[in-house]
């Protein structure tokens, strides 16, 4: 979440992190 935040997420990173909040 703070890497977000911080605009330094990965585009890989991003999906990931889409994925395990959609669940």
């Known amino acids: 979440v703070l ?5 330094k ?3 890989n990173e ?3 992190w889409l994925k ?3 669940k």
Do not use: F, P, Y
């Open 3 to 7: 890497k977000i935040a911080q605009g």
């Open 14 to 16: 991003i999906a990931i």
């Open 20 to 22: 395990s909040k959609s």
């Open 9 to 11: 997420m990965d585009k």
